[in-house]
């Protein structure tokens, strides 16, 4: 049987959320050993570790059949492999950044100025868009002091939390490119491979969804059941049981981290008691 060959960041912020969704997905194999290939215990795949530079190239020419990396990689890399699908994590953006004593009203302002960044493929594109021309200075690390250390009138850098930009005098003025992991595949994959692949997709489905799923079980008088039963659609519709308590029922349903704590507010006002929510293993629709 063929194995499917599956490229990771080997050290680095994409590292330990790959590593972890591999097992959540009910794969494991060998604790790394500093070995760039290893090959999982339960499923018909391998495990490549790189450095996430490298996995847009090795997706594309077959070396790996598929690959855990940022869309800002991938997009800058220019090569040719397939998104299955967008993970989750590894967020971050794109932006461009001026020293904080600047004023900074437009992107106009930037005509002509030097840009220091490492992703000098998506930053010319959009200068393009918007019809601006600098001078893109390309950097491989630390793009942040490029404007202390006068190398830079700006800078066009990933982002996610700003403080590396606060702690160098920088403000963000442009985002231009949002950013997460994403799945990538090889365009020939054999239709044997295609479906190990379709396996792990419908597990790494089955993974997010739990994530940002909930499961919850209320008390509820039945006179405030429809009302509760309209706030709880569920994947079909909620459950409902007889409480051995006469006119009251307990109600089993999914809910969604996004909008939680309001819906929990709802319930109660509609006279939801005893509420509990529990974590979801798995959830398969
Ligand atoms: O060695 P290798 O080449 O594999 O790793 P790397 O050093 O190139 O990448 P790594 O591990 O730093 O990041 C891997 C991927 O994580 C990136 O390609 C992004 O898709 C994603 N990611 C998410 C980030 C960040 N968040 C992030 N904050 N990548 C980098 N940063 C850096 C950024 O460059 C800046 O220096 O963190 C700093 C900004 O962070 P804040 O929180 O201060 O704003
Ligand atoms: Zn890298």
């Not at 018909?44 to 190239?57: A, K, N, T």
């Not at 967020?91 to 900074?104: D, E, F, G, M």
Request: proline share 4%; aromatic share 6%.
């Amino acid at each position: 049987m063929q194995k499917l060959k599956l490229a990771i960041q080997k050290k680095g912020r994409l590292s330990d959320d790959s590593i972890n969704l591999i097992n959540e997905c009910g794969i494991s194999f060998p604790k790394s050993s500093g070995k760039l290939v290893t090959a999982a215990y339960d499923f018909p795949m391998e495990i490549l570790f790189l450095r996430d530079d490298d996995i847009p190239d090795y997706v594309q020419d077959g070396v790996a059949d598929i690959g855990i990396v940022g869309e800002n990689v991938l997009v800058e890399s220019g090569k040719n492999v397939d998104v299955v699908s967008q993970i989750g994590f590894g967020k971050c953006r794109l932006s461009l950044a001026v020293p904080r004593n600047i004023t900074y009203n437009n992107l106009k302002e930037l005509e002509g100025k030097a840009i220091a960044t490492s992703y000098p493929k998506i930053l010319q594109s959009y200068l393009e868009q918007h019809q601006v021309q600098a001078d893109i200075h390309v950097i491989s690390g630390s793009v942040e002091i490029a404007p202390s250390i006068g190398l830079a009138d700006a800078i066009c850098d990933i982002v996610s939390t700003g403080s590396t930009l606060l702690s160098n005098g920088l403000k963000e003025v442009e985002t231009i490119f949002q950013s997460q992991a994403v799945l990538i595949k090889n365009q020939q994959l054999s239709a044997e491979k295609n479906e190990i692949l379709n396996q792990l997709v419908f597990r790494m489905e089955a993974v997010r969804r739990a994530q940002k799923n909930k499961y919850i079980l209320l008390n509820a008088p039945n006179a405030s059941l429809e009302k509760i039963i309209s706030l709880l659609p569920g994947i079909n519709s909620p459950t409902v049981q007889a409480l051995a308590k006469e006119g009251w029922s307990s109600v089993h349903s999914v809910i969604t981290e996004k909008d939680f704590w309001e819906k929990i507010q709802q319930l109660k006002d509609a006279g939801a008691e005893g509420i509990l929510v529990m974590p979801i293993e798995k959830l398969i629709y």
